[in-house]
Structures are given as structure tokens and as C-alpha cells.
């Protein structure tokens, strides 16, 4: 009787290291990102919302600046949630379902493009600095102290409040307010990378500084920036909201979930919850689930937590 050959244990062990070591270091992060649960449901949270806002017409029956009251009368006035109106009606009649779908779109849109403009200045000015260092260091250190030393908020209202509201406003004033944080991240990290031989190496055959930061130097910061940016959604999609709960936000009739919370608050204290409850349960939703997915990649892409 022939008898199957037992593997020694340690031989084992050596062929699940190689195949370990034979993953890309993104596959080895993504492994260790789905071992951790409360950063999946993060991800579960930001890609339900996300196909939410992008399927938004084929999910609701309503327009979101439909008002019921001319065609349904003062009925449609402040419905509460039913089968019909998830969740309830505004005074004007508007579907609150749909205006929180809509919303979304509106928030997620800033948010990207924000934190879009953040990323690319915050890694070109911290990629600058860790690289050149000196004087040039110097002045941009400086300027991200000075841009921590503002109040944010206050900055970025000075911004809305002078300035036609719109759009691209909304981008451009929180995008050249949040790269800060960026910044200092990208910076310790080129200036620790810098050090390594295959840089060092890569000067001396003569590489221009452009060559070697792009394709030396930041594809081996771009964990840190990954987290940065994901944990940094919450916050602009939080600042988005207060803005327009503010007024200095996106105007009406666009749907906007901070202006929604802020039309609904007067409602709350005679019973009608469901106009600002459910924005702000979006919001919340949202926010939390790109902290958990932050602190996730966090996590998965630290190379000292690989076993």
C-alpha cells in the first residue's frame, strides 16, 4: 500500500512564506483589509452611498425639486415617513427620499474634488519640501504652520462669503485650505526616503530632481497620502454640510443635506423629526464609514503589521 509523503512542518511553513512574499505589497494590503470587519463595513457604508448618488434616478420616483403641493394640495405638506414617501415630505411637498439621494451626489462631488485639489498641492509642496529641504523647507513649513494657526472654518467662510456661491467655489475653498495636513504627512515621509540607496543611487547616474521625485520618491509615499485622503472625505463632506447648514453653502432648490438639516430644525420641536433626522443620519453614515475605511487602510497598509 503506497503511503502519500508527509510535508515536514517547517517545509510548510518556508511555502506559505513564499507565497506571502510573493504578493505585491497592494494585494498583501488588501488581505489584511478584509480581515478587519469594522473597516469593510466602512467600506460597505461609502459604496452603497456612492451607488445610491450614482443610480439616484433609477431608485426614486420623485424629482427632488418636485413639489407635491401643486398637484397633490396642502396634503403633501410635511407627510411623515410611509410606503409612499420614505421618508416623509418637506413643507413645499419635495420627497425627502429623493432630496437625501440627490444629496448625496452633491457631497460626494465636493468632497472628491476637494480632497482631489488637497492631494495634488499637499503632495507637490510636502514632496518639495522633504526633497530640497533648506530654506525652501523652511517656507513651507512655515506656511503649513500658518495654515494650522487659522481657524479652518473661519477662513473658508471669508472665502464663500465674499465670493459668488457655486460649485467650483466650494471646491476651490476647501481644497486650498485642507492640503495642510498632506503636507507635513508627505514631507517626513521624503525625508526619510530620500536617505535610501536606490535614491542616492538614482542621483548619482544623474537623474533630474523632477524624474527622481516622480518616479523614486512618491510611489513609495502613496500609503500615507491614501490614508490621509480617506480619513481627511469625512471631514470636507462634514465642512460642506455646516457650510451650507450656514447658508454659504449650495443654494436652493439643490438638494444639499446641510441645508436640509437647517430647513428642517424648525420643524423638530412640533413633531415633524423626519426633515432634518434623515439628512443628518446620511451624514453621519457617510462620515463614519470613511473613519472606519481610514483606519482600515491605516492599518493594512502598515508594513510593520505584515506577518
Known amino acids: 500500500m503506497e503511503t ?5 512542518p517547517r517545509t510548510a511553513a518556508g511555502v506559505k512564506a513564499d507565497k506571502r512574499e510573493g504578493r505585491s505589497l497592494w494585494m498583501d494590503s488588501w488581505l489584511r483589509l478584509k480581515r478587519n470587519k469594522m473597516a469593510m463595513f466602512g467600506l460597505f457604508l461609502v459604496t452603497v452611498i456612492i451607488l445610491a ?5 433609477f431608485i426614486t420616483k420623485y424629482h427632488p425639486h418636485e413639489q407635491l403641493i401643486w398637484t397633490e394640495g396642502k396634503a403633501a405638506q410635511l407627510q411623515p415617513p ?14 425627502l427620499f429623493s432630496r437625501v439621494i440627490y444629496g448625496a451626489r452633491i457631497s460626494l462631488q465636493i468632497g472628491i474634488a476637494s480632497m482631489a485639489i ?3 498641492i499637499g503632495v507637490t509642496l510636502g514632496a518639495i519640501a522633504g526633497f530640497y529641504g533648506g530654506i525652501v523647507d523652511d517656507l513651507i513649513s512655515w506656511l503649513i504652520n500658518v495654515i494650522f494657526a487659522f481657524p479652518f472654518l473661519l477662513f473658508v ?3 464663500v462669503a465674499y465670493l459668488p456661491p457655486s460649485m467650483m467655489l466650494m471646491y476651490a475653498a476647501i481644497g486650498i485650505i485642507n492640503w495642510a495636513s498632506i503636507a507635513r504627512v508627505v514631507r517626513g515621509q521624503v525625508l526619510s526616503v530620500k536617505e535610501k540607496e536606490y535614491v542616492e543611487a538614482a542621483v548619482a547616474l544623474g537623474g533630474k530632481d523632477f524624474r527622481v521625485i516622480l518616479k523614486h520618491i512618491l510611489p513609495n509615499v502613496l500609503a500615507p497620502v491614501i490614508v490621509q485622503a480617506t480619513l481627511g472625505m469625512g471631514d470636507v463632506i462634514m465642512l460642506e454640510s455646516a457650510l451650507s447648514f450656514l447658508g454659504f453653502g449650495i443654494q436652493p432648490p439643490t438638494p444639499s443635506w446641510g441645508y436640509e438639516i437647517d430647513q428642517g430644525r424648525q420643524f423638530l420641536l412640533s ?3 423626519w426633515w432634518s433626522i434623515f ?13 472606519l475605511l481610514g483606519d482600515g487602510l491605516r492599518d493594512a497598509l502598515d508594513p510593520r503589521l505584515k506577518r
Not at 502519500?4 to 515536514?8: A, E, F, T
Not at 448618488?53 to 434616478?57: H, K, L, Q
Open 82 to 95: 410611509s410606503a409612499k414617501h420614505w421618508f416623509g415630505t418637506d413643507i413645499y411637498g419635495r420627497d
Open 271 to 273: 413633531g415633524q423629526w
Open 118 to 120: 488637497s492631494v495634488i
Open 279 to 291: 439628512p443628518g443620519f446620511a451624514i453621519m453614515s457617510l462620515v463614519l464609514g470613511f473613519n
Open 157 to 159: 467662510l471669508a472665502l
Open 53 to 57: 448618488a450614482i443610480f439616484a434616478p
Open 4 to 8: 502519500k509523503p508527509v510535508m515536514n
